[in-house]
């Protein structure tokens, strides 16, 4: 597996939700995002409720059609609609038919109970996408698949019949997984996978998208709230705050040294299962309440909580830049 190339290639992306009878582009959830994931490595996303992971990542697969940016899929351009600084449209955008690349780019959903139809039957769940991407050459092929996933996924075969309701989480969430696998993609946006689930579930979960990232060569975008989930999973981890991508590094080096102060918060936060250590340790609590993405602050999206704020975080828009290498971040306090 080749690790220097890039599968997808994100730059300035943004998605307004506008909103009815009110003047303006509506809810900014999610403003100028930039990055790039390399073919089968694990980029993990983190930030509070909110931020705007959701979003960013079912706007990448276009579930959500971006309002601006450009997002590049294996030298493929998907979408481009650059934007002038003010926010509109430079020319008309420029896209491409999904269909084929929905072979190629899938989503697990947070919420395992809701993704899955409650009239259709697990086998016809799994079997839909086989179906609409015609990968069966006959009904035994495509029931001898749906079998295979099935186990694949640690459920059982005869499990094909039931519906989706005589499951429990851990097992919807399977199911969820192996609908994601019929098409046998290249990508998956794991969208907080396990944060529905029981704790003693989550472990299985997290290893079974491991083993089958190192036999299918698969490239993750997983999100999530818990950070030693990410840390676990992640080659590399980004920060988002209210809909900007504050920090992205190499996860053991992002964990060590986080150098944008929301970072460091965020991290501050995490318990130390060392009572001792716990109790030295000096945990940053942030005033203030997070900004509306109706309408955010201007300048840094962070300044209105963050401890260190000058006054030209509140005018400028820190450019999002690396400031060691491969460690990149969006703060004035660094440019010193």
Known sequence: ??????????????????IKGVKGP???????????????????????????????????????????????????????NPLNPDGTPVGKAQSVNMLPYRRKMQIIFQDPSASLDPRMTVGEIIGEAIDIHKLAASKKDRDDRIKELLSRVGLNTEHANRYPHEFSGGQQQRVGIARALAVKPEFIVCDEPISALDVSIQSQVVNMLEDMQEEMGLTYLFIAHDLSVVRHISNRIGVMYLGSMVELGESYE???????????????????????????????????????????????RFHTRCPYATEKCSQVVPEFKEHEPGHWAACHLLDK
């Open 26 to 80: 509506g809810v900014q959830a999610v403003q100028d995002v930039s990055f790039a994931i390399k073919k089968g490595e694990t980029l993990g996303l983190v930030g509070e409720s909110g931020c705007g992971k959701t979003t960013l990542g079912r706007t990448v697969l276009r579930l959500y059609e971006p309002t601006g940016g450009k997002i590049v899929y294996d030298g493929k351009v998907l979408f481009d």
């Open 254 to 300: 992002l964990n060590r040294h986080p150098i944008h102060p929301y970072t460091q918060t965020l991290l501050s936060a995490v318990p130390v299962p060392d009572p001792q250590l716990s109790r030295t340790r000096k945990r940053i609590v942030l005033e203030g309440d997070i900004p509306s993405p109706m309408n955010p602050p201007s300048g840094c």
């Open 1 to 18: 597996m080749n690790h220097n190339e890039n599968l997808l290639e994100v730059t300035k992306l943004r998605k307004y939700f506008p």
